[in-house]
């Protein structure tokens, strides 16, 4: 089956360390997503791709936080410097965008511990 | 700006029985797109049914079928016979059809199912 897949599955780092996480989105799509989940605020959208292209990344703190698409293969999202609010789990959808049964396909999170 | 909103932070069943998840939502557009998605304890985010909004028909899949409520912008998950590896987080999410974020997922906080045996 074909699936997102996203590394590394648990990080743990202390405040003012460079994080990176990774994403393979699925072969043939055209859509990559980057939300963060946490209790308070729920699922978020961090930064949203078509065609490797960034369409919006209004919800990610700029000063912090990058997100590229260096190929097609592969999406990556950083954090530099992290900080303890930073801890969630953050998870990358990939879909192709304007079939007509478009959905999305989520990894399984990289659950992100500052301390 | 839209809006999800789930009432119900926890629920619970008995297995085989039906429980109905709520869901609300806001919004001034015409075009989009509707899904139930079950997060169980293993953090995987699975798509579970999906509405369009120009469908008045309500979806079905499976053991799972929705309440489309448009006028009302409701959207309710309705799970039958349930089961125990239904237990799981619930989401509700909102898509646009327009615009540049026209892929963004708008989600509830959700709603936390138990399934007793």
């Known amino acids: 089956d074909a699936r997102v897949t996203q590394t590394p599955r648990h990080k743990v780092t202390e405040m003012g360390q460079e994080v990176t996480m990774r994403c393979q989105p699925i072969?043939?799509?055209?859509?990559v997503f980057w939300y963060r989940q946490t209790m308070m605020q729920g699922l978020e959208l961090l930064a949203y791709?078509?065609?490797?292209?960034?369409?919006?990344d209004s919800g990610m703190p700029k000063d912090r936080f990058s997100a590229e698409m260096p190929d097609a293969t592969l999406a990556t999202l950083k954090i530099q410097p992290s900080e303890p609010r930073d801890s969630a789990v953050y998870f990358c959808?990939?879909?192709?965008?304007?079939?007509?049964?478009?959905?999305?396909?989520f990894g399984s999170g990289t659950q992100l511990s500052v301390l | 700006a839209q809006t999800v909103t789930q009432s119900q932070p926890e629920m619970s069943v008995q297995e085989a029985e039906t429980v109905t998840l709520s869901c609300t939502y806001d919004?001034?557009?015409?075009?989009?797109?509707l899904f139930w998605y079950k997060q169980p304890p293993s953090r995987q985010m699975i798509l579970v049914i999906r509405?369009?909004?120009?469908?008045?028909q309500n979806a079905t899949e499976n053991r799972f079928s929705v309440n489309f409520q448009k006028a009302a912008k409701s959207f309710s998950l309705k799970i039958s016979d349930s089961q125990l590896g239904d237990a799981a987080m619930y989401f509700c999410a909102y898509r646009s059809g327009y615009g540049g974020s026209q892929g963004n997922l708008i989600f509830g906080k959700g709603t936390k199912l138990s399934v007793k045996p």
């Open positions: 959808a990939s879909g192709n965008r304007g079939t007509t049964n478009e959905k999305l396909f």
């Open positions: 919004t001034s557009e015409s075009d989009y797109y």
């Open positions: 072969l043939g799509h055209n859509t």
């Open positions: 791709f078509r065609n490797r292209a960034p369409l919006d």
């Open positions: 509405q369009e909004a120009y469908k008045q």
